[in-house]
């Protein structure tokens, strides 16, 4: 079947050809009908920063219409073509053998093969005059890596066909070592986050009622103390780091590391908002009791105070002396109280039944095993 330029350019064919081949090597295929009916085809060389157009009419729903287009056709085709004439890409000569293992050192060929997508996309117009360029380059690119980390593609008959087959897998850490990284990165982080977070409080509080600050949740002397353990686990991570690329890591987590990290986690402990009241600080509970108690028996009395008859009745905070609606309690909590007799009385009687069934069906196995045993004496 022969296309006219007309269906080649509905279907996709030209925008893919462009799109996928001619546009990434220089080159742009342009297909125009003659006003007397002829074809007029011109194929253009392009300079590095060319771009295909995608302004005109409609013409962004057109470029979607027409890779949909495209992209239905050879999933239809495809496994027809593979399993006809068994190969997924078709050499123009006699190639060597090819074996792509996507590690890291294939990182940044992907990265480049992702921001050729990304730039072409409308990802770079999401964020409005934010560039997410290249987050999403590295992004997707770390995504895609690793989803193919476990793989590798090779071709036996010099890139006739195709397979995918288990990578060759390096040698393995220790799982304890890379948590120990982790959790040591992140600790450190988080108890930086979380002092600046109670300091700023403590200044915004301060500001507001004119007292002196009270500081954030590790005191001055235990912040010198957590900046020299800091620095001791960032020392043993560089190091075991430095160990991994060499190729001859650490067997486990040394003993230094393991040492600065249960210090952090003492340190992230201490510096959880409240921490300082909870460690009976003196001037911290005196800024609670202050502060925070009159707020908090406060919002106890409003709470109490939105509570319904009913609800209080039954939390047991409604005493017989005080003045209620009796008679309406009485009878709600009558009609409660046979629908849930009525329930366990069902509950109750299911159980029975599921009882009495067991019982019978365990009697009924017993006489079955009796049964068995009286046939086999009868066959010795």
């Given at each position: 079947?022969?296309?006219?330029?007309?269906?080649?350019?509905?279907?996709?064919?030209?925008?893919?050809?462009?799109?996928?081949?001619?546009?990434?090597?220089?080159?742009?295929?342009?297909?125009?009908?003659?006003?007397?009916?002829?074809?007029?085809?011109?194929l253009?060389?392009?300079?590095?920063?060319?771009?295909?157009?995608?302004?005109?009419?409609?013409?962004?729903?057109?470029?979607?219409?027409?890779?949909?287009?495209?992209?239905?056709?050879?999933?239809?085709?495809?496994?027809?073509?593979?399993?006809?004439?068994?190969?997924?890409?078709?050499?123009?000569?006699?190639?060597?053998?090819?074996?792509?293992v996507?590690?890291?050192?294939?990182?940044?060929?992907?990265?480049?093969?992702?921001?050729?997508?990304?730039?072409?996309?409308?990802?770079?117009?999401?964020?409005?005059?934010?560039?997410?360029?290249?987050?999403?380059?590295?992004?997707?690119?770390?995504?895609?890596?690793?989803?193919?980390?476990?793989?590798?593609?090779?071709?036996?008959?010099?890139?006739?066909?195709?397979?995918?087959?288990?990578?060759?897998?390096?040698?393995?850490?220790?799982?304890?070592l890379?948590?120990?990284?982790?959790?040591?990165?992140?600790?450190c982080?988080?108890?930086?986050?979380?002092?600046?977070?109670?300091?700023?409080?403590?200044?915004?509080?301060?500001a507001?009622?004119?007292?002196?600050?009270?500081?954030?949740?590790?005191?001055?002397?235990?912040?010198?103390e957590?900046?020299?353990?800091?620095?001791?686990?960032?020392?043993?991570?560089?190091?075991?780091?430095?160990?991994?690329?060499?190729?001859?890591?650490?067997?486990?987590?040394?003993?230094?590391?393991?040492?600065?990290?249960?210090?952090?986690?003492?340190?992230?402990?201490?510096?959880?908002?409240?921490?300082?009241?909870?460690?009976?600080?003196?001037?911290?509970?005196?800024?609670?009791?202050?502060?925070?108690?009159?707020?908090?028996?406060?919002?106890?009395?409003?709470?109490f105070?939105?509570?319904?008859?009913?609800?209080?009745?039954?939390?047991?905070?409604?005493?017989?002396?005080?003045?209620?609606?009796?008679?309406?309690?009485?009878?709600?909590?009558?009609?409660?109280?046979?629908?849930?007799?009525?329930?366990?009385?069902?509950?109750?009687?299911?159980?029975?039944?599921?009882?009495?069934?067991?019982?019978?069906?365990?009697?009924?196995?017993?006489?079955?095993?009796?049964?068995?045993?009286?046939?086999?004496?009868?066959?010795?």
């Amino acid at each position: 079947m022969i296309l006219t330029v007309d269906q080649a350019i509905e279907r996709g064919v030209v925008q893919e050809a462009n799109r996928q081949f001619l546009h990434p090597a220089g080159y742009a295929l342009r297909a125009h009908r003659r006003a007397d009916g002829g074809v007029w085809v011109e194929l253009l060389e392009t300079p590095p920063e060319h771009t295909l157009p995608t302004s005109g009419p409609s013409f962004t729903a057109q470029r979607i219409d027409r890779a949909n287009a495209f992209a239905a056709r050879r999933m239809d085709i495809g496994p027809a073509r593979v399993e006809a004439l068994g190969f997924l890409k078709q050499p123009l000569s006699d190639a060597a053998e090819d074996v792509i293992v996507p590690t890291a050192e294939r990182l940044s060929d992907l990265r480049d093969a992702v921001r050729s997508a990304v730039t072409a996309s409308p990802l770079r117009d999401v964020a409005g005059a934010a560039d997410l360029t290249e987050w999403a380059c590295d992004t997707l690119a770390s995504a895609v890596l690793h989803v193919l980390r476990d793989l590798a593609v090779e071709s036996r008959d010099g890139g006739a066909s195709w397979t995918f087959r288990k990578a060759p897998r390096p040698t393995l850490v220790d799982p304890a070592l890379g948590d120990a990284l982790s959790r040591g990165d992140h600790l450190c982080a988080d108890i930086r986050r979380l002092q600046a977070v109670s300091i700023e409080a403590s200044q915004a509080r301060a500001a507001a009622t004119g007292e002196t600050p009270l500081g954030g949740e590790l005191l001055p002397s235990e912040w010198v103390e957590f900046e020299a353990v800091e620095s001791d686990f960032l020392r043993e991570s560089t190091a075991a780091v430095e160990q991994l690329a060499s190729g001859d890591p650490p067997q486990r987590v040394p003993d230094a590391m393991a040492d600065a990290l249960a210090e952090l986690e003492r340190f992230y402990g201490l510096v959880q908002p409240g921490m300082r009241v909870a460690r009976g600080e003196s001037d911290a509970f005196a800024l609670w009791d202050r502060a925070a108690r009159p707020a908090l028996r406060d919002a106890a009395r409003e709470s109490f105070r939105r509570m319904s008859e009913y609800d209080r009745l039954i939390a047991r905070e409604l005493w017989p002396w005080e003045d209620a609606d009796w008679p309406a309690l009485a009878t709600t909590i009558r009609d409660e109280l046979a629908a849930a007799q009525a329930a366990q009385a069902d509950a109750e009687r299911s159980l029975q039944e599921a009882m009495q069934r067991t019982a019978a069906l365990s009697a009924a196995l017993d006489t079955i095993g009796e049964a068995l045993d009286r046939n086999t004496e009868r066959e010795e």
